[in-house]
């Protein structure tokens, strides 16, 4: 499977932006999906998953619950992740990630050894 993350770009702190995966591939409803983050000098992170299929379920780091939102659509194959009231720590590469095992059950997956398949990140700058 390839995946093709868009969306990044410099934003003012408060701002919004929308990051988009496109998945090419496996079938990509039957797969959670989820997306991480890398800042600068930093280990790359958890931000947010999506369950497979089209009744989902989502999980989310605390330190964008509320703020941001993972979703899905299936007919296009792409993943979305709404970011709201954006903040300089935010600041990272975003990347988004396919889950390694077909239609998982339970919740979707926060660890990054859950994931098989990569894009190649897009990154988010906040500005203060």
């Known amino acids: 499977v390839q995946l093709q993350a868009s969306g990044g770009g410099l934003v003012q702190a408060g701002g919004s932006l929308r990051l988009s995966c496109a998945a090419s591939?496996?079938?990509?409803?039957?797969?959670?999906m989820g997306w991480f983050r890398q800042a600068p000098g930093k280990e790359r992170e958890f931000v947010a998953a999506?369950?497979?299929?089209?009744?989902?379920?989502?999980s989310y780091a605390d330190s964008v619950k509320g703020r941001f939102t993972i979703s899905r659509d299936n007919g296009k194959n792409t993943v979305y992740l709404e970011m709201n009231s954006l903040k300089p720590e935010d600041t990272a590469v975003y990347y988004c990630?396919?889950?390694?095992?077909?239609?998982?059950?339970?919740?979707?997956?926060?660890?990054?050894?859950?994931?098989?398949?990569w894009g190649q990140g897009t990154l988010v700058t906040v500005s203060s």
């Open positions: 591939g496996r079938t990509f409803s039957s797969y959670a």
């Open positions: 999506i369950s497979w299929g089209g009744v989902t379920t989502s």
């Open positions: 990630a396919q889950d390694a095992i077909i239609r998982r059950t339970g919740v979707p997956g926060t660890r990054q050894n859950m994931y098989a398949s």
